[in-house]
């Protein structure tokens, strides 16, 4: 019992054990493996992820510093906790923070160098690109021929340039029925350089995204960082320590790659100055504020035309679309409409049709003559077979209604039907 409770010593407070022994779970390495990793990379190489595990653990001078302290001080180092026991182990090894920074150079610095050397070439290319485009040319003269007519004799007309920052203003600029903007319209002008120096101005387009500052920022970091491995490469035991081999390798590899690195990016650095300067920027401009408007105008540029090509399609597929030809229209509704509009409409032609009659009744005193009747009859049916194909049924009627034919056929059925119940009344008297 007694020497299970001595193993709990601890001389640092629980939070800091518990990131501690978070850290060293991730390593899954024993504390004497640890030490001879760092001692000797080469041969007991750590993962990137180990590497950023151990530094993240390793203890501060003063804990380093109070855990001797405790050993020399008679204190049993089998007592002491997890955390206490790991610190006590590297303790004795010499520069241990800045030497594994050193370690954490050799393995990130490459990629970082060539990632930031892409990026340099990017952005010399765009330069170069956007200087030699004389489609581009073309569409910024044609912006400033378009805005000094609209200007035409006012203070801001006869301009011999504009700023790039007023590309994006074409969009704003509305015609008289707001249908279309001066950037839609500048689409129809320039549709040949559009394409040209869409195509030209593909390597700027994938420059615009890079900023010098935040590049020139990555730069001094990784000189830093070769910095940090030459000061530790000068500091070690030579080329017998394993620790210094290691380095001196890796300086004499990367070294020259930083100082061509560096040589490159001045100039990248020049070729956006000319490239401001050659457009009337600023000679501190960043790409945002030189590649990026260009770029920008001419996607926009590309996006209009295709809003026009939409429009011109959609013109033309309402032209061609087939005229109506079916029947004549009255007032919203058709002269012979279906279904229940057609049956509205015998109604109301019925209506009329018994108006008239009433009409010719009280002027004439009886009416349409049966003879006037039969030929009204004969006319509709003569109608009718004529247009059997092409009109339906609820159409017939309609137009038999508008003829006074249907009424008159009406008149006919109800005689004979009164004529034969005279006659019927007449046999049946005399039986």
């Not at 010399?124 to 000094?148: D, E, I, M, T, Y």
């Not at 401001?276 to 926009?300: H, R």
């Amino acid at each position: 019992a007694t020497k299970k409770a001595a193993a709990s010593v601890q001389l640092f407070d629980m939070k800091r054990s518990n990131n501690v022994q978070i850290a060293l779970s991730r390593l899954k390495l024993g504390d004497a493996a640890i030490k001879q990793a760092i001692l000797d990379p080469t041969s007991h190489p750590l993962t990137p992820e180990q590497l950023g595990a151990l530094v993240s653990a390793l203890p501060t001078a003063e804990e380093a510093e109070q855990v001797k302290e405790f050993a020399a001080g008679g204190g049993d180092a089998d007592t002491l906790g997890r955390v206490e026991s790991f610190f006590l182990q590297l303790a004795d090894v010499p520069r241990l923070a800045p030497r594994l920074q050193a370690l954490q150079v050799t393995q990130q610095l490459p990629e970082q160098l060539a990632a930031l050397k892409a990026e340099v070439a990017t952005v010399v290319k765009g330069c170069a690109a956007v200087k030699a485009s004389k489609a581009l040319r073309r569409l910024l003269q044609r912006v400033l021929g378009v805005g000094n007519y609209l200007n035409g004799p006012s203070n801001r007309g006869g301009a011999s340039g504009f700023k790039l920052a007023d590309l994006a203003k074409l969009v704003q600029v509305k015609s008289a029925d707001s249908k279309t903007t001066l950037l839609h319209h500048l689409a129809t002008l320039v549709e040949a350089d559009l394409a040209t120096a869409t195509t030209e101005l593909a390597a700027a387009e994938a420059a615009r995204g890079v900023s010098m500052t935040e590049k020139k920022a990555e730069l001094a970091k990784i000189g830093a960082s070769l910095k940090l491995v030459q000061n530790e490469m000068a500091a070690g035991d030579g080329d017998a320590d394993p620790f210094v081999s290691k380095l001196r390798t890796f300086n004499i590899k990367h070294a020259p790659n930083h100082a061509a690195l560096q040589t490159s990016f001045a100039e990248a650095e020049a070729a956006l100055k000319e490239l401001a300067v050659w457009l009337a920027e600023k000679p501190t401009a960043d790409i945002a504020d030189v590649i990026g408007p260009i770029s920008s105008f001419v996607k926009a540029l590309a996006q209009a035309a295709k809003d026009n090509a939409r429009e011109e399609e959609a013109e033309r597929r309402k032209k061609e679309a087939p005229k109506e030809t079916g029947p004549k229209k009255y007032g919203g509704v058709g002269m012979f409409p279906a279904k229940g509009d057609a049956n509205m409409m015998l109604e109301m032609q019925l209506k009329m049709a018994k108006r008239a009659e009433r009409a010719a009744e009280q002027a004439g005193g009886g009416g349409a003559s049966e003879a006037q009747q039969q030929q009204w009859l004969k006319r509709a049916e003569l109608q009718r077979d004529q247009s059997k194909e092409k009109l339906g049924v609820g159409d017939a009627l309609a137009s038999g209604a508008a003829s006074g034919a249907h009424f008159a056929n009406r008149r006919a059925k109800a005689g004979e039907q009164r004529r034969g119940s005279v006659v019927g009344q007449s046999m049946s008297g005399k039986l």
